[in-house]
């Protein structure tokens, strides 16, 4: 059985998001934050497939703040991606990446997306998604 991954600050949750979307094949970025950037925006930037994402990342009882929240909505006004992920949502985060995958190979043949994986990025997405409200 694998063992758990302990989580003991929200660095350990950025380290798990750059390790996952480096896996999965993303480009990712981390723009300025404070003084040398954009209020609220998020911890990380992620480009694939012509797929753009927003994450971001809190740790324990730490919520998006209301322009960390606003800038999440912004993204998924546009039709791109915007996640929260935590300690308790990386998982979620991981199932959605590899869901992602498969459908996209899936469409590159000229496939059907399975239903699994359809359902699978349905249940991610709400996951990630529930702390943005």
């Not at 703040?65 to 929260?84: D, G, H, K, N, P």
């Not at 991981?94 to 000229?110: M, P, Y």
């Amino acid at each position: 059985m694998p063992k758990e991954k302990v989580y003991r600050g929200e660095a350990d949750v950025k380290k798990e998001v750059k390790k996952l979307l480096t896996k999965h094949g993303w480009f990712w970025w981390c723009p300025p934050a404070n003084g040398f950037g954009k209020a609220g925006t998020s911890d990380f930037h992620a480009l694939r497939g012509g797929v753009f994402m927003a994450v971001e990342t809190k740790f324990g009882s730490n919520r998006p703040t209301v322009l960390q929240r606003a800038f999440l909505q912004s993204i998924a006004a546009e039709s791109a991606m915007a996640f929260v992920v935590d300690e308790t949502s990386v998982g979620a985060f991981g199932t959605w990446l590899a869901a992602f995958d498969r459908a996209t190979a899936a469409v590159s043949k000229n496939e059907q997306v399975s239903a699994e994986d359809g359902a699978a990025m349905l249940d991610a997405v709400a996951r990630l998604t529930e702390k943005m409200l």
